[in-house]
């Protein structure tokens, strides 16, 4: 899941609303994650994930509920997958959170 964008690479994405990417989601899925505890996140995730949505400006795109904790799960996954990518072997390229790390691989 490496939802984040190289450095020096841009992209311009148009998102239309909390509606269209539920859309690509199965909502038995979303359902299932949210209600899956959020007590098996480490107790700094919810505090990073406020933090990401007033930065990219989407405290208000994400409210709190199904979506908001779903959306959570996915930034943490993306996260841990930085975490691995600097554990790993040094590479020619550096990941970091940016404005794309509340999306799955489908939705990049």
């Known amino acids: 899941m490496l939802y984040f964008a190289l450095m020096g690479v841009v992209a311009v ?6 509606s269209h990417m539920m859309n690509n989601l199965q909502t038995e899925e979303i359902v299932h994650m949210a209600m899956e505890s959020e007590d098996k996140l480490p107790h700094y995730v919810r505090n990073m994930w406020e933090n990401w949505k ?3 400006g989407k405290d208000t795109f994400y409210s709190m ?3 908001d904790d779903y959306r959570m ?3 943490y996954q993306n996260v841990l997958e ?3 990518f600097y554990e790993g072997p040094k590479m020619t390229y550096d990941l970091a959170i940016n404005q794309f790390a509340d999306l799955t691989d489908e939705e990049f």
């Open 13 to 18: 994405v148009a998102v239309l609303g909390t």
């Open 54 to 56: 007033v930065k990219y």
């Open 65 to 67: 509920g199904l979506e």
């Open 73 to 75: 799960k996915v930034f």
């Open 82 to 84: 930085i975490q691995a």
